[in-house]
């Protein structure tokens, strides 16, 4: 467990912002408790500060998690999010798209959010920004990427895309052995 | 004289043209001076004229035999002679045959001119006007007798002996030439004459003048008469003063247009006269004559637009009701034009100066009314866009009278307008002046443009009919369709107009199908118009045309306020704000974008009061919700700004700190007290309305209303309590902000106005307990009822079916009262008082303050004379006496209080000396009395020692 490097840090935070924008100033700063961002094992945990000082009593190998894993760190080197990032996002969203009952489970199952299914989207969403997808009674359900901004959104034709999958809460049990590192192994 | 001779030639026509044989008399010399100072004897005139009423007749008769003309006199022998039976008059002529010099220096020539009307016409007449009208001519004939007797003792006592110089000269000049040249000089000298008058004429009518002699010539009779019968009347009234005048001229209009009104067709010439009249110096009878045209043109004027005849339709022959009816068109359309126009030269306002406004005319104020009411009545008659032209520049000026006058009528104009002509050209002129001024116009400009009805069902069509969406080969082949078709139509042209050519080059004659087409299809058209049914086609574009008009310039509004440099004070924005809103369900899609892109520029900059803003928001979330979208987009930047405008004080009276100075803005009847609920309106809208929420900015909403309602005025506190126990009802997970508990991570953030990050759901709403015991029962039983929701599961509805915004309004204190209402304090043990208040309450009062019985009684009735005054002073002085001896009474009995205080207090100190003195003698005695003992107790000690001693 170590903080993350300047270049680390840039990566994670480009990624957080496309969701949050200038929202990422409140994660960073909490005004109840101090966060902080640690590195272990090539996932970043978001971690209240007492208990990231108490990890610090436990070996490296025997830590398996601590805090909110946001994302890992690919092979590549390339930061990408994680569905435990949800909350976070959730919070401090920019752009968020509500998914209808009906089409709930599609995104659940790990598709592309279809105009069908999109129940509200929020006013000005750019093309290619993050998005926080919530159910209609405002459970966060995922996250992706908006592919068409809100003003297509309205011309387009119901089978289209309005929303890549990025993370859903439905990896919980799709891919719960990735949820934490070393179990798959 | 000079300027009665100024006058009367500037007002009337010399002669009527009846007396032109008689001007070729050749014999009689005195005839021919006269008529050769006809020029400058202007001033005359009319004088002669009217002697020429009652002595025309002897005069002609008299001269009868040795006249040339016989034809002439022998038509004009029957009424002659019948209206010398009728006048009675007798047979002796009255002939004034030398020149009269009266006492203001005038000369008079001998009025040989034969008069201008037919005297028996005029009496004939004289039973057909109205008994005011007939007052006033007999009135007029007995000042005209005086004048003549007048003239006639002058005549008598200087007998003709001086001549005006220039009547010397003529005389001289006569007896020069040779008769025959001085008539022919005569003659150039009267064409002179005339001709200058003619010109004189021209000038003051303006161009009907023309042809106004030639209808003159085929009137019928009784047109004649009654126009020269004005004619003199007004030349009678040029001899009166102002008032007469204006006395005399009233009943003559007043006469005239019940004329015309009983019968239009017939007697419309007379209309010119009153017309006329509207262009009078005297601003008075101006007026009058206006406001009686305005009324007969309502009368009279057709329900249909008169057009011109084409050279076509005058070339044919048309029976004599035809004729007369075309007659009538024509000359009742150039008298509206004249009278038109004469009211947009004198209702120009104040931004014409004097010298474009003219001199004669009504006062600007009432030529505004005249066109309001023309508008009106009118809107589908010719001239209409004169009208509306003259009309429409009111709304850009500072009289707010006049604005709300305009408005009113093209509102009124609008609202009866079927066809929708009207109301495009009114909304084209009032857009392009809204476009010059730069959005600086008078609030009232566009309150007409509520009243405008779109057919939606039309307008829906013409929406449904969306483009089809083509591939990109299909398009191709769509267009490539298109072009053949439109080269093929042109080849069929051209393949045409060269056969005609040919056939042409043979001899051949076209039998004109295409002309004759055309007729047909304007035969149709005339139809159509005729029936005042429109085709749907035709419908629809002019529905859409109004439609885009009114967008353009609301959102010209928009756009400007939102600008580099928006207009001072915004006056229109409200208006417009209001006029979107109406018509919201209407505005295209396409513009949607842009017109929310406008609306968060408005709310993000400053240049709108928060009254605006407010309105503002209620006309977005109108907007957004009235198109019921497949799509829902959350409009969260709206949001905020409600979120933020709520976090500002709202200062007192006015509600959200919006004290609005103008007050023509508010054009919806919103009156001050309802500014409150606007505030409350909108939020009901935007949250309780259409769409979902998030639960945290719903709990972030109902916390913040939760905490203007402490500080707010009670109306809106009840509002705001309203709105967030609707909030806190539709949203279960937020009643969480009524347990201690904390949900959610995080602290609420009071400080922050994005109701987003401001965590809500952590908040806790210890606002209600105070507001529990708020001073305004309503406001603590609102907050009682939020307070006590249950924590889970459906909530009853509210205990008052009333919607927030009709609770705001219901309690609302700005109107002054409170509700409910106050009780009297109650009346409990009695405060040391004054002896004035004792008396008062005692009912003192009643006897001081409110006059005594039989005053009362003198002041219930009916007005007094003068010795009814004299009971009333003596009531009133009994009346002040007793109330002085009141007072004095009063002051006296204070005086006995102080007295009786006083020797209260004398015969207390009194005592109290008594009780000392009494105190002091006791101990005097006492000490006496131990005096007493000791001396006895000495004695017997004494007696003792002696005894002792003794013993």
């Known amino acids: 467990m170590r903080p993350l490097e300047e270049s680390e840090i840039q990566q994670v935070f480009e990624k957080l912002f496309k969701f949050v924008g200038k929202n990422l100033k409140n994660i960073v700063d909490r005004a109840d408790q101090p966060h902080c961002f640690r590195l272990h094992k090539k996932r970043v945990y978001y971690v209240r500060e007492d208990i990231m000082k108490r990890a610090t009593n436990i070996s490296r190998d025997q830590l398996v998690s601590l805090g909110v894993c946001v994302g890992k760190f690919t092979h590549s080197d390339k930061f990408r999010l994680m569905i435990g990032a949800l909350e976070l996002l959730a919070a401090h969203a920019k752009h968020k798209m509500w998914v209808k009952p009906t089409s709930e489970m599609s995104f659940l199952y790990g598709n592309h959010l279809l105009k069908s299914g999109l129940g509200r989207i929020t006013e000005n969403t750019p093309a290619n920004q993050g998005v926080v997808i919530f159910s209609m009674s405002d459970v966060p359900l995922g996250f992706g990427v908006a592919a068409k901004s809100t003003q297509d959104c309205r011309k387009l034709d119901p089978s289209a895309i309005v929303a890549f999958h990025q993370a859903d809460v439905g990896e919980y049990l799709r891919a719960e052995d990735d949820m934490v590192q070393g179990k798959k192994e | ?951």
């Open chain 2, 1 to 951: 004289m000079g300027k009665r001779n100024k006058r009367s030639k500037g007002e009337l026509p010399l002669a009527a043209p009846g007396d032109g044989d008689d001007e070729l008399v050749p014999d009689d010399d005195d005839v021919a001076f006269v008529k050769s100072h006809r020029g400058y004897g202007a001033f005359f005139g009319e004088r002669l004229e009217v002697e020429g009423i009652r002595v025309a007749t002897t005069k002609r008769r008299k001269k009868g035999p040795d006249e040339d003309d016989v034809t002439a006199e022998y038509e004009r022998a029957p009424r002659t002679v019948a209206s010398r039976a009728e006048n009675g008059e007798d047979d002796a002529p009255k002939t004034l045959a030398l020149p009269v010099k009266r006492l203001d220096g005038t000369v008079i020539h001998a009025p040989t001119a034969p008069a201008p009307i037919e005297g028996a016409g005029v009496d004939d007449n004289m039973h057909n006007i109205t008994p005011a009208a007939r007052a006033a001519l007999k009135k007029a004939r007995e000042e005209w007798d005086r004048h003549e007797k007048e003239s006639k003792a002058l005549d008598a006592s200087e007998a003709g002996a001086k001549k005006g110089k220039k009547a010397r000269k003529a005389e001289q000049l006569a007896n020069e030439l040779g008769k025959t040249e001085y008539r022919q000089k005569l003659t150039t000298d009267k064409w002179w004459d005339k001709k200058k008058d003619g010109e004189g004429d021209d000038d003051d009518e303006g161009d009907d003048e023309g042809d106004d002699g030639d209808s003159e010539d085929d009137m019928d009779p009784a047109a004649r008469a009654r126009l020269s019968q004005a004619r003199a009347a007004a030349a009678l009234e040029e001899e009166m003063s102002a008032d007469e005048r204006r006395e005399s001229v009233k009943a003559r209009v007043g006469a005239t247009c019940q004329g015309v009104m009983e019968d239009p067709e017939g007697k419309w010439a007379d209309l010119r006269e009153v017309c006329k009249l509207c262009e009078d110096r005297d601003g008075q009878i101006a007026r009058l004559a206006a406001l009686s045209m305005v009324l007969v043109f309502k009368d009279v004027c057709p329900g249909y637009r008169i057009r011109p005849p084409t050279p076509k339709e005058l070339a044919m022959k048309v029976s004599k009701e035809t004729q007369k009816l075309r007659d009538f068109e024509a000359g009742l359309l150039k008298t509206y034009g004249n009278f038109v126009r004469v009211l947009v030269r004198c209702g120009g306002g104040k931004g014409k100066s004097r010298s474009q406004r003219g001199k004669g005319g009504p006062d600007s104020a009432t030529a505004l009314r005249c066109l309001c009411v023309l508008l009106e009545s009118l809107p589908h008659f010719n001239y209409r866009t004169d009208v509306l032209s003259a009309l429409v520049p009111h709304l850009s000026h500072v009289d707010s009278a006049a604005a709300d006058a305009v408005a009113g009528s093209i509102a009124n104009a609008i609202k009866a307008d079927m066809q929708g002509d009207t109301t495009l050209e009114a909304l084209h002129m009032v857009a392009q002046l809204v476009k010059q001024n730069r959005c600086c116009c008078h609030p009232a400009a566009l309150s007409p443009f509520l009243e405008i009805r779109f057919d939606e069902g039309i307008l829906a069509l013409e929406a449904q009919k969306a483009p089809e969406v083509l591939s990109r080969k299909q398009n191709r082949k769509k267009r490539a369709d298109e072009r053949e078709m439109i080269r093929k139509a042109r080849a069929e042209k051209e393949k045409r107009k060269a056969e005609k050519e040919r056939m042409k080059s043979f001899g051949h004659r076209d039998d004109s199908d295409s002309e004759e087409e055309d007729l047909e299809a304007q035969l149709e058209r005339d139809m159509g118009e005729a029936s005042g049914r429109m085709d749907n086609a035709q419908k629809k574009k002019m529905q859409s045309r109004m439609l885009e008009a009114t967008f353009e310039m609301y959102f010209r509004v928009l756009k400007n306020a939102a600008g580099a440099n928006p207009a001072r004070g915004l006056p229109l924005m409200t208006p417009a704000l209001v006029g979107l809103g109406k018509f919201t369900h209407l505005i295209s899609v396409t513009f949607m974008a842009d017109l929310m892109e406008v609306f968060r520029q408005l709310l993000a900059g400053d240049a709108l009061s928060t009254e605006q803003k407010a309105r503002c928001l209620l006309t977005a979330c109108e907007v957004l919700s009235g198109h019921g979208e497949a799509l829902q987009v959350d409009t969260g930047e709206f949001h905020r700004q409600l979120y933020a405008m709520l976090g500002q004080p709202s200062s007192g009276s006015s509600g959200w700190g919006g004290s609005d100075k103008r007050d023509g803005s508010s054009c919806d009847g919103s009156s001050s007290a309802d500014r409150g609920t606007l505030r409350i309106r909108a939020l009901q809208r935007f949250l309780g309305g259409y769409s979902h929420v998030d639960q945290g900015r719903v709990a972030a909403f109902a916390k913040r209303l939760a905490g203007a309602a402490l500080c707010a005025e009670p109306g809106e506190a009840v509002g705001a309590l309203g709105v967030s126990r609707q909030l806190l009802a539709a949203y279960p997970r937020t009643r969480c902000l009524l347990e201690n508990e904390r949900v959610g991570t995080g602290v609420f953030n009071p400080a922050v106005d994005d109701p987003e990050s401001a965590v809500g759901l952590a908040a806790v709403l210890w606002d209600l307990a105070l507001l529990r015991h708020h001073y305004h029962p309503a406001v603590a039983a609102a907050a009682d009822e939020v307070a006590r929701m249950p924590l889970a599961g459906a909530v009853p509805p509210a205990l008052g079916s009333h919607a927030p915004a009709e609770l705001a309004r219901l309690h609302s204190t700005t109107r002054g009262d409170f509700r409910p209402a106050i009780p009297p304090p109650k009346v409990g043990k009695r405060a040391r008082t004054s002896v004035l208040d004792r008396q008062t309450s005692r009912g003192g009062e009643a006897n001081v303050l409110t006059p005594g019985d039989e005053l009362a009684r003198i002041i219930a009735a009916e007005r007094t004379p003068a010795d009814e005054r004299d009971r009333l002073a003596q009531t009133l002085r009994r009346h002040f006496c007793e109330t002085r001896e009141f007072g004095v009474n009063v002051g006296l009995r204070a005086e006995v209080a102080r007295l009786r205080r006083m020797s209260i207090q004398a015969r207390e100190r009194a005592e109290e000396r008594r009780a000392a003195e009494a105190a002091k003698a006791k101990k005097a005695e006492k000490a006496k009395k131990a005096e007493k003992a000791k001396r006895a107790g000495e004695e017997v000690r004494g007696k003792k020692s002696k005894k002792k001693v003794k013993a």
